[in-house]
């Protein structure tokens, strides 16, 4: 029997100690001047603000580098879990501060695994850098993205050059003045499989033709890299841009995605811990009918079951996570999925009872348990929404060759 261990190792335990540092000593710290900047400069603006590049200053400086990609860092992605974990109780400033932020991380990934050596030198290595920021863009508004080979989004081979038409949206990063390269997933061949239609190119976002529209707002929060809604018009680029192979884009995305899933699920457990922790200090301080909140059964239920909620998907996600890197992306699909629909759900519920503990307050922008609402709930439904993984799962479910005792009662 494979024995799953999920004990940090050293190298791990030597980095949360000091990520857990950087977080406290730097990053809490800077929330509020982040806040600040944002709030002066409006909800159009995404202009990052200076504090960011100062923390990740400090945190090339400390190590805190890159992280998230095994190549760099030497992690696994089990050693990399209660790490990002960290970084997701400061979710704004703490991924990008240590150079762990989507979408740049996939970017990174699917350049990592796919450019060539010409295209990782010019794109992949500034943004290893943290000099640039990137987009990815796939989804679109008028199909239904969550099945990719809906995309209509056309890529012509015209001589020398792709030709892109198509419009997409929730393009996270694309507002950022610093993002200056788009990754665009669409059609190079309707008449292949239909696994085999889509390929990925590479666009720099200044390509004439490309137009970005707007920053889509998530529950009237604008994020400061933006998810953009951007019109491709004639956008010309040279075939070397291409991703892989033509026919390729599928297997890509696949190849992107599952990493990406399960390290947005590692923030989620840490943006439910720091939610838990408001909840238990609002209970233990906050008096009602003559007794705080902690003297009332139903707050601590709601204590108790974020609690045994946490804990759970954390097992669940250092499965997962353990699985990817004993054997592959591939085999760990249906842990990936299962994490996927799990962790945010259980982030919204966590977050949803610190918002009824805190009453008023926690509906409003003088804690932050609203706007980490926003995020998880989005989560719900981006990288694959919930229906979609849940219908993998039971579908596998369904399929699965009975076992003895499951033969031996039906």
């Known amino acids: 029997m494979t024995v799953m261990d999920f004990a940090m190792s050293a190298k ?23 806040d600040k900047y944002r709030e002066e400069a409006g909800p159009h603006d995404h202009t990052v603000p200076p504090v960011i590049e100062e923390l990740k200053i400090k945190a090339k400086a400390a190590g805190l580098w890159n992280l998230f990609l095994p190549a760099e860092s030497g992690l696994t992605n089990l050693d990399y ?8 109780w400061s979710l704004e400033i703490a991924p990008e501060a240590i150079n762990c932020a989507a979408p740049d991380t996939g970017n990174m990934e699917t350049l990592h695994l796919f450019a060539t050596e010409e295209q990782r030198k010019q794109w992949l290595e500034p943004l290893l850098a943290g000099e640039i920021r990137s987009g990815f863009s796939m989804t679109e508004p008028a199909v239904a993205s969550s099945d990719a080979r809906n995309i209509e989004t056309s890529i012509v081979r015209d001589g020398g050059d792709y030709v892109i038409n198509g419009r997409k949206w929730w393009t996270s990063g694309a507002s950022d003045p610093r993002c200056k390269i788009l990754i665009v997933m669409g ?13 990925m190119v590479l666009v720099p976002i200044d390509t004439p033709g490309v137009t970005v529209v707007r920053s889509t707002s998530v529950f009237g929060y604008q994020d400061q890299p933006g998810h953009c809604e951007i019109i491709y018009d004639n956008v010309r680029v040279p075939v070397t841009n291409l991703l892989g192979e033509e026919g390729s884009g599928f297997a890509i995305a696949q190849a992107r995605l599952g990493p990406g899933r399960i390290h947005h699920c590692m923030r989620a457990l840490g943006g439910a811990e720091r939610a838990l922790a408001l909840m238990v200090n609002r209970a233990n301080t906050r008096i009602a009918f003559g007794r705080p909140l902690a003297d009332q059964g139903m707050v601590q239920n709601a204590i108790a079951k974020s609690r ?21 992306n591939k085999a760990a699909h249906l842990l990936v999925s299962q994490i996927k629909a799990v962790a945010p759900q259980m982030a919204c519920n966590v977050i949803d009872r610190a918002i009824q503990v805190h009453g008023a307050a926690g509906v409003s922008e003088d804690t932050v348990l609203a ?11 981006f990288d694959g929404p919930d229906e979609v993984h849940l219908r993998s799962i039971a579908r596998a479910e369904l399929g699965r060759e009975k076992s003895v005792f499951a033969a031996a009662v039906t």
């Open 81 to 88: 879990a209660p790490l990002a974990e960290l970084t997701g």
């Open 371 to 381: 706007r980490m609402y926003s995020w998880q709930r989005a989560m719900r439904i």
């Open 12 to 34: 791990a335990s030597d980095y949360h100690k000091r990520l857990s540092e950087f977080i406290t000593d730097y990053v809490f710290p800077a929330e509020a001047e982040y």
């Open 308 to 328: 045994n909620e946490i804990d759970q998907a954390r097992l669940l996600c250092e499965k997962a996570a353990w699985t990817i890197d004993q054997h592959g």
């Open 187 to 199: 059609r190079t061949n309707p008449e292949a499989a239909s696994h085999q239609q889509q390929s």
